[in-house]
């Protein structure tokens, strides 16, 4: 599939994924009693809506593999509630900032690129 066409969809997968029912019922239990106030799942924090994320616990690309089908990116991105959490933003940051480093070692993203000196 052409990358532009691949990007598109899972562009659109992404947004409809917001109103996912298991995401929206991940979302009702992080919600406390107080108004705006949210629980992060890993500090057990307590945040307003704005100053969290709602994160797939399994990540939708796999960080070792990559993308690997619309199959498996579709029954990861449209999980169960369980499969969701709410982690406020520097518990998130922490959490994406291992996944990356796992792309990085894996792919060897980030190689060096070689300066050419103009004659």
């Known amino acids: 599939m052409e990358n532009k ?8 997968l992404r947004r409809g ?5 298991g995401r929206w019922t991940a979302e009702k239990r992080s919600k406390l009693a107080e108004r705006n106030s949210y629980l992060c799942e890993s500090c057990k924090g307590t945040f307003k809506k ?3 994320a709602m994160d797939h616990i399994i990540p939708v690309v796999d960080p070792e593999k990559g993308f690997t089908s619309f199959d498996e990116y579709i ?6 509630a369980e499969g969701f959490q ?8 922490i959490k994406t900032a ?22």
């Open 17 to 21: 994924s917001y109103k996912w029912f």
């Open 50 to 52: 704005k100053e969290t």
């Open 86 to 93: 709410r982690l406020c933003n520097p518990c998130h940051d």
């Open 98 to 119: 291992k996944e990356n480093g796992i792309r990085k070692e894996v792919k060897g993203f980030k190689k060096k690129k070689v300066s050419r000196k103009k004659k």
């Open 75 to 80: 029954d990861r991105l449209y999980c169960e």
């Open 5 to 12: 066409k691949k990007n598109f969809a899972i562009s659109l």
